[in-house]
């Protein structure tokens, strides 16, 4: 049951990485990107392809990251940029009609292309013991890799003034720009971060079994769950929110199966958006 839940830990950690990702774009832009997942997997995809042409691991995994990073950057100069010149419910709809259409698009490419390519990192030795409790090292890389990212994301963010400003934009867009900040600007740097991060939850994903062309759905409806019951503005329960709901997804799957985790997973959201829509934690910390 230990290992259940050290599990658990950590896959929530790996769901942080990618629900960050989706609350940037929405605190910045207001605009839900449903093809998250895919750019994910679009750096998993590319760090799997360098590693079938014998690239040091080390450099696939990094090139798949920032891979990630530049479809991201993509993505903010072409499809959400025609999202961004449109106000409130209609910027809201046009986005998520957007990066619907395009995670259709990048799901029927990845799977045609590449239907046997996976993305699979694996450690000299399978696992180690700690305290007594046997842990597989794949988690343990897993976890190393998230709470590295998040500690560089937190001093960006508290320690510069690009992530000062994006902090500001997010709580109020307006008031940001008559101080000052270029709210364009920051805004691509933002989503481009956001793939950064996508990818290093691929590579993640690497770690703690695989990563395949058809995964971009799961992504993105997971990180969007994770938001929901956080707070689709708030990192600090974006962050709670993951480490609960991948307690719950690898105790439940454990129990009873992939299916109904599924099902309850959905349930905690909707329950979420009734009782308390504002999320877990509504304010940035």
């Not at 025609?82 to 046009?94: D, K, S, T, V």
């Not at 699979?120 to 890389?141: E, F, K, M, N």
């Not at 994006?166 to 101080?179: F, S, T």
């Not at 759905?217 to 969007?224: A, D, G, K, V």
Request: hydrophobic fraction near 55%; charged fraction near 10%.
């Amino acid at each position: 049951m230990t290992g259940i839940v050290l599990d658990g830990l950590v896959q929530g950690l790996q769901l942080a990485l990618l629900s960050v990702g989706v609350v940037f774009v929405y605190g910045l832009g207001g605009v839900l990107n449903l093809a998250h997942g895919q750019v994910a997997v679009s750096g998993g995809l590319v760090a799997a392809l360098l590693l079938q042409s014998r690239w040091p691991p080390v450099l696939a995994c990094a090139a798949g990251i920032l891979f990630a990073g530049f479809v991201a950057l993509l993505l903010d100069q072409t499809l959400l940029r025609q999202a961004y010149a449109r106000r409130g419910e209609e910027r809201l709809l046009l986005g998520i009609i957007l990066t619907l259409g395009l995670s259709f698009a990048l799901d029927g490419l990845f799977t045609w292309r590449y239907p046997n390519l996976a993305l699979t990192l694996q450690l000299s030795s399978p696992y180690v013991r700690i305290g007594g409790i046997v842990v597989r090292t794949g988690s343990l890389a897993v976890a190393g890799l998230a709470v590295a990212a998040f500690l560089v994301l937190l001093a960006f963010l508290r320690g510069t003034f690009l992530g000062k400003a994006i902090r500001c934009i997010i709580q109020n867009e307006v008031g940001a720009w008559l101080c000052g900040v270029d709210v364009h600007r920051v805004r691509t740097l933002t989503v481009a971060l956001s793939g950064l991060l996508a990818g290093v939850a691929a590579v993640a994903q690497g770690f703690f079994s695989y990563l395949g062309p058809e995964m971009g759905t799961e992504f993105t409806i997971l990180s969007l769950i994770v938001a929901v019951v956080g707070g689709v503005r708030s990192l600090t329960g974006t962050f709670l929110a993951s480490l609960i709901l991948g307690l719950v997804n690898a105790t439940l799957s454990y129990a009873v199966g992939t299916y109904v985790t599924w099902i309850v997973l959905l349930a905690v959201a909707a329950s979420t958006l009734l009782i308390r829509p504002e999320g877990l934690l509504a304010y940035w910390p």
